[in-house]
T-cell receptor
């Protein structure tokens, strides 16, 4: 089983819709969680950290469920500029971040 | 620009040749990471430095790969006797205690082995 698993998609979603991604992780001792965004042929960039209490940043909401070992990302009122690959990232406490394979999102006009 | 910088951005090399990539991290960051990413995959961890000490190496890092960070500032990643399977984007990232576990990536070095 992979340490971090995501549905690779692609998700094709009409502009203005709400879309949600889930990500599961295998190590219950995982310490920190993040969502990174990666545009085509560019480097990953931090989108948001994921806190136990859940957190929101504008149209983006991240949730953590430690009992079920998954994190989620919700994007409301999606924009064309949201088209990208979204990477689920877990810090297991061994000084490195472990990335999922990414979920590709395309917002359709 | 005070972000992570990588050089060269693109490299095409013939199979069997050696290549070297350089990474300059954010100046106050003492942690430096190398990742490799192929199409359709997430970044895969290769190695990690804290200051000049190489603290962890992935099993992905075969004996043809070597990384250094001699003065705890910039780092180099060398691939000897390149193979077509080495074609990928090589990403460098850095972080510090202040940034917590958030790492910041450079724009990557694209390697194509022909």
């Amino acid at each position: 089983r992979k340490e971090v698993e995501q549905d690779p998609g692609p998700f094709n979603v009409p502009e203005g819709a709400t879309v949600a991604f889930n990500c599961t992780y295998s190590n219950s001792a995982s310490q920190s969680f993040f969502w990174y965004r990666q545009d085509c042929r560019k480097e990953p960039k931090l989108l948001m950290s994921v806190y136990s209490s859940g957190n929101e940043d504008g149209r983006f909401t991240a949730q953590l469920n430690r009992a079920s070992q998954y994190i989620s990302l919700l994007i409301r009122d999606s924009k064309l500029s949201d088209s990208a690959t979204y990477l689920c990232v877990v810090y297991f406490g061994n000084e490195k971040l472990t990335f999922g394979t990414g979920t590709r999102l395309t917002i359709i006009p | 620009d005070t972000g992570v910088s990588q050089d060269p951005r693109h490299k095409i090399t013939k199979r069997g040749q050696n290549v070297t990539f350089r990474c300059d991290p954010i100046s106050e960051h003492n942690r430096l990471y190398w990742y490799r990413q192929t199409l359709g995959q997430g970044p895969e961890f290769l190695t990690y430095f804290q200051n000049e000490a190489q603290l962890e190496k992935s099993r992905l890092l075969s004996d043809r790969f070597s990384a250094e960070r001699p003065k705890g500032s910039f780092s180099t990643l060398e691939i000897q006797r390149t193979e077509q399977g080495d074609s990928a984007m090589y990403l460098c990232a850095s972080s510090s205690i202040v940034s917590g576990n958030t790492i910041y990536f450079g724009e990557g070095s694209w390697l194509t082995v022909v």
